[in-house]
């Protein structure tokens, strides 16, 4: 299992416990040297700043605020932050973990509220605004809503099976899932991604440092079922899936998979399966990096 499984799961999947999705852990006080590294008191405060920051610009289409080490006249710091202590606080600020479609459903299920809303990822990256592959779960701990009234067009209160259905359509574009936290362990939404997402772009597409886990799963290909069609090769994002033109049959790399499942929605055949990734020799302690 993940770090987080292990650190705030009780040995199960973290997103699927509900004492992550509390109020009281929403409003419980942040240590000293949590403060010091997100500036912080509280994760309401950091989650009501994310919103502003990330959230309104998408759907507002202004510009988002600058920060303080972005702001004209800053000053790099004298000492730079190594690679172990800025991927530590990723993953207490803001980290994310893949998920499959069926993981997506059962997070869904344990919330008491989902509002989809737009994407800052896109927002950033295209500049179109209103583009709405985020859920944000839980109770509106922010009020959202009332605080940005004019935002009522872009932000959609729903219910678990509304939710649900737009997800799978993602599924079948291929936008593989994942799960977010605002200051672990705290889950503050589901992102439906691609190339145009930041986490994305940042550790896939240019080899950068992680912002999210592997799944809890890999994919896997029954060759007696496999017809070679390689549909199913469009879907992946992580370069996982392989063609032989010796056996006419595509086999996935465990290695390589980040076990997000969208590669089945492309299969006629059902020849693609989820197995969990301790039953992979290979892949069963691959989480961040090969």
């Given at each position: ?72 006249g800053s000053t790099k710091p004298s000492v730079l932050p190594s690679e172990e202590q800025i991927l530590a606080q990723r993953q207490f600020e803001h980290f994310g ?6 993981d997506a459903g059962k997070i869904l299920g344990i919330v008491d509220s989902i509002t989809r809303m737009p994407c800052g990822c896109r927002y950033r990256s295209t ?164």
């Amino acid at each position: 299992m993940c770090e987080f499984c292990i650190q705030h799961g009780e040995g199960k999947q973290w997103y699927l416990q509900m004492k992550n999705y509390s109020n009281e852990l929403l409003h419980a006080p942040l240590t000293s040297e949590q403060r010091n590294a997100i500036g912080f008191n509280t994760r309401y405060e950091w989650l009501d700043d994310f919103i502003r920051d990330f959230t309104v610009p998408a759907y507002m289409g202004i510009s988002r605020k600058v920060t303080q080490s972005e702001g004209a006249g800053s000053t790099k710091p004298s000492v730079l932050p190594s690679e172990e202590q800025i991927l530590a606080q990723r993953q207490f600020e803001h980290f994310g973990q893949v998920i499959p479609i069926e993981d997506a459903g059962k997070i869904l299920g344990i919330v008491d509220s989902i509002t989809r809303m737009p994407c800052g990822c896109r927002y950033r990256s295209t500049g179109l605004t209103n583009q709405r592959y985020c859920f944000g779960l839980g109770a509106d701990p922010v009020k959202m809503l009332g605080k940005y009234p004019e935002s009522s067009a872009s932000l959609e209160v729903m219910s678990k099976e509304e939710a649900l259905k737009i997800m799978q359509k993602f599924d079948e574009e291929g936008l593989m899932h994942s799960v977010w936290t605002g200051n672990t362990p705290f889950v503050i939404g589901i992102c439906n991604c691609d190339a145009d997402c930041g986490a994305y772009r940042g550790y896939i597409k240019d080899r950068g440092l992680p912002n999210f886990f592997r799944a809890e799963y890999i994919c896997q290909v029954d060759f007696d079922q496999c017809n070679g069609c390689k549909e199913c090769m469009r879907q992946c994002q992580f370069a996982a899936m392989f063609y032989s033109s010796s056996n006419g049959k595509v086999s996935i790399a465990p290695e390589r998979c980040f076990g997000c499942g969208v590669c089945r929605a492309a299969c006629l055949q059902n020849a693609i399966s989820l197995i969990p990734r301790v039953e992979s020799p290979i892949a069963a302690n691959i989480w961040l990096r090969e």
